[in-house]
């Protein structure tokens, strides 16, 4: 019996280390689409042409816009994925962005947040079940 038992420990904390390995490739792979982003892409000042208002259930949020041309001076519109409140952007304002230059609708605005939001995110979730997972495991091999 508890032998079952120690063995599903095992399972437990080994799919914690594993989940936290995938999670901590996909943020160094984040980490680096970034990177190469900086490299590459083509560093432009865009204006907030409008702050949607998205109204939910805790209040309201709000999502800016921003139009900018890319190198053929096309007219090109970004919908930020992040909403916030209070409104990060004011109408008007203008802020520097970065996009690709094969692909303009690869847009990122030029702030930590901006650029690395998805490899934090990432690995803030994966530091713990690395962590945990790890020292069980280095615990129950010595």
């Known amino acids: 019996m508890a032998t079952n038992k120690y063995s599903m420990w095992l399972i437990i904390y080994s799919m914690f280390f594993?989940?936290?390995?995938?999670?901590l490739?996909?943020?160094?792979?984040?980490?680096?689409?970034?990177q190469n982003l900086i490299l590459d892409g083509i560093k432009t000042t865009a204006i907030v042409s409008d702050v949607l208002t998205k109204h939910g259930s805790d209040g309201n949020t709000y999502t800016p816009i921003f139009e900018f041309k890319d190198r053929k001076n096309k007219l090109m519109f970004y919908k930020s994925p992040i909403s916030s409140n209070p409104?990060?952007?004011k109408r008007g304002e203008k802020v520097k962005i970065i996009?690709?230059?094969?692909?303009?609708?690869?847009?990122?605005?030029i702030s930590f947040w901006g650029?690395?939001?998805?490899?934090?995110?990432l690995l803030m979730v994966a530091a713990p079940l690395l962590i945990i997972g790890s020292c069980y495991l280095l615990y129950t091999l010595r």
């Open 115 to 121: 650029l690395y939001r998805t490899s934090v995110i």
């Open 25 to 34: 490739y996909f943020s160094i792979q984040q980490y680096q689409k970034t």
């Open 87 to 89: 409104p990060a952007y």
């Open 99 to 109: 996009y690709d230059k094969t692909d303009s609708s690869t847009v990122k605005t």
């Open 18 to 23: 594993g989940l936290g390995l995938v999670l």
